[in-house]
């Protein structure tokens, strides 16, 4: 029998940084960009559960967030420090496990199919949710046949949730669930007629597959990654600095969580820009040494965004990528914890 666990920090990272100063706790707090009293850019990275009562979520622009809840204490990301509690709390479920996947920064897979029985891995879902709480945090966990119904169980009773799912509960569990939940699909794709997913070929009936909750999608230990990069197509083509430099700073977090959760450093760093006439050119930099430092990024790609301005034309997309990775061992220390108000 399989068994799949899918572990979840709630609100990772303001959960950390609730660890590193108690003073906060049970406050607002949100985590993200500058909110610049209303007038910030950029959005919120993550939001504790006091802050979610006021109608914040991760991905909300600053500015609407401070307009809900001016209240809070915003703080800038410290991603050092939440690399440092993820190979703690990594460590911890890897102990557990038959075979483990990271999947970012804050979630894992976890294969304990020789426990045996959904209830002895009920009691190791308890143990690691023990250990995570002595460690000063919490996390919650879903339990299931599959790793597609152990995600979607894991996010049922958050925060601090333990929710198993058995093989003979599948259809009951996500059959009311809402059209979305499974990858942009749903319950009505999981009772479409066999010849509308035809149309969709194998693609169509692998997603009603998992409409269903068959998933076959295996444990997977270790990704060779060769490259990691975002790019983004403006709404309208533009010529204006400050739009363009900023899409690109929302783009370095994201960077530095994968290249955190890949556990590697870089030494190539390549800059895309596609103009209104869809002429795309790209400009490449090579560093002496690998590094993980998102100054140097930023530091590029305003460079290159100046000298790609110096062309006429307007820009419909730009994209930064990293290449030539190597792989690393985080060995970060704790910095002081600062507002945005310092």
Not at 42 to 56: D, F, I, M, Q
Not at 170 to 188: R, S
Not at 321 to 339: A, M, V
């Amino acid at each position: 029998m399989r068994i799949i666990l899918h572990v979840d920090m709630d609100c990772f990272f303001a959960q950390v940084e609730e660890r590193a100063n108690p003073a906060i706790k049970g406050i607002p707090v949100v985590v993200g960009a500058n909110p610049k009293e209303g007038k910030g850019r950029g959005v919120v990275a993550t939001c504790n559960y006091e802050a979610r009562k006021y109608g914040l979520k991760s991905a909300m622009p600053i500015s609407i967030a401070w307009t809900k809840c001016p209240r809070a204490v915003y703080l800038p990301p410290r991603f050092e420090l939440y690399s440092e509690a993820s190979c703690e709390v990594m460590d911890i479920f890897k102990g557990f496990a038959d075979r483990f996947e990271q999947v970012s920064i804050d979630e894992a897979y976890l294969d304990v199919s020789s426990a045996g029985s959904y209830e002895k891995a009920r009691l190791l879902a308890q143990e690691i949710k023990d250990r995570v709480k002595a460690a000063g945090l919490t996390c919650s966990v879903g339990i299931g046949p599959n790793k597609l119904v152990a995600k979607i169980a894991a996010g049922e009773k958050k925060p601090d949730g333990l929710t198993i799912v058995k093989n003979e509960e599948v259809n009951e569990f996500l059959n009311p669930k809402k059209v979305g939940v499974i990858y942009g699909i749903g319950e009505d794709l999981a009772k479409a007629p066999e010849e509308v997913v035809d149309e969709l070929g194998n693609y169509g009936r692998e997603l009603q597959r998992l409409a269903k909750g068959v998933d076959e999608r295996d444990i997977i230990e270790q990704w060779e990654t060769k490259s990691i990069g975002r790019q983004s197509t403006f709404d309208k083509d533009t010529k204006n600095r400050k739009q363009i430099i900023d899409l690109l700073d929302g783009f370095i977090p994201e960077l530095y969580r994968d290249l955190d959760n890949e556990r590697v450093m870089f030494r190539t760093v390549t800059f895309k820009v596609r103009y209104e006439d869809f002429e795309t050119h790209t400009k490449s930099r090579t560093l002496p040494e690998f590094t993980s430092s998102i100054k140097i990024i930023r530091k590029l790609t305003t460079e290159w965004v100046d000298f790609a301005l110096e062309d006429v034309r307007k820009i419909r997309l730009v994209g930064v990528s990293l290449h030539n990775l190597k792989r690393k061992s985080l060995n970060s220390s704790k910095q002081p914890q600062k507002t945005w108000n310092q």
